[in-house]
């Protein structure tokens, strides 16, 4: 009975959790490839940009940590679900 749920919701946590992980790390590939390309690598520390640059990186670092996480719940789910059966 509890099995279906279970292994439903644990597939929703694991797509959702890969699909966080993936967009989190695209994302932060284009920031590297534009600061390559335009140059940006000397900003001045404690500078406006350099703050806000902070802030987002660590963002970008707790949606992807999240992301991780939800995925780890999915396989535990499924895996928990195929372990026990009724």
């Not at 900003?43 to 992807?64: I, V, Y």
Request: hydrophobic fraction near 45%.
């Amino acid at each position: 009975m509890w099995q279906r749920p279970c292994t439903l919701i644990g597939g929703l946590l694991l797509l959702v959790g890969l699909l966080g992980a993936l967009r989190a790390t695209h994302e932060e590939a284009m920031v590297v490839s534009a600061r390559v390309a335009y140059g940006q690598w000397g900003k001045h520390k404690g500078s406006g940009a350099d703050r806000q640059e902070n802030r987002w990186t660590e963002r970008q670092s707790f949606g992807f940590n999240l992301s991780l996480a939800a995925t780890a719940v999915g396989v535990a789910l499924q895996t928990f679900a195929a372990a026990f059966p009724e």
